[in-house]
């Protein structure tokens, strides 16, 4: 007798094979996370970018970010996703009712839109999410750093660093919170 219930076989994601095929053939949600640190009257003093390797095997400077899974509520995604690159100590203000700054679409076309994954076609909600606790970077992620918003402002920018067009969504992260 099989003791998985529907939720737990749904639940569970697929071969790398399947992935693969899936990303071919349709669109997959995601959820991008800009985590601020924030002043006391809750104005963003800085960014937590994390470094990681990229697909073609760079060094980049990334957001959080991952798929939403079947039977997750976006809030868990969003939990679930800061948890596993900032560490369980994060502490993420998550609005019970998260609404996206924006909606990026990425496309594995370059030049479509200002988003580019050459994996797959991928329409992401992004939001800014206030970060409270100790953070450490997990998993994949070689580092977490903590910008001001001057920091990635300037010529250098460490945005520069980033692929895909997330420099853009961070860009308007800031000037969503009015911070630019």
């Known amino acids: 007798m099989n003791s998985r219930t529907a939720v737990d076989s ?3 994601w697929f071969e ?12 997959i949600p995601y959820v991008d996370i800009v985590p601020v640190r924030t002043d006391v009257d809750g104005s963003v003093e800085e960014v937590g970018l994390l470094l990681r390797a990229s697909g073609a095997g760079r060094i980049v400077r990334a957001i959080v970010s991952g798929r939403v899974l079947i039977h997750e509520s976006i809030r868990e995604a969003i939990a679930r996703h800061i948890d596993k690159d900032l560490g369980p100590m994060a502490m993420p203000r998550i609005p019970v009712s998260p609404v996206p700054f924006t909606v990026a679409e990425y496309f594995p076309t370059p030049a479509v839109s200002p988003f580019h994954d050459p994996r797959q076609h991928a329409i992401s909600l992004a939001y800014v999410v206030p970060i409270d606790g100790e953070t450490a970077p997990q998993e994949d992620a070689l580092e977490l750093t903590w910008f001001g918003i001057d920091e990635l402002l300037a010529e250098s920018s460490p945005l520069t660093e980033m692929e895909g ?3 853009l969504l961070v860009r308007r992260a800031l000037a969503h919170v009015g911070a630019v």
């Open 16 to 27: 790398p094979e399947q992935v693969t095929e899936l990303r071919r053939r349709l669109p």
């Open 10 to 12: 749904e639940g569970s």
């Open 165 to 167: 067009g997330r420099d």
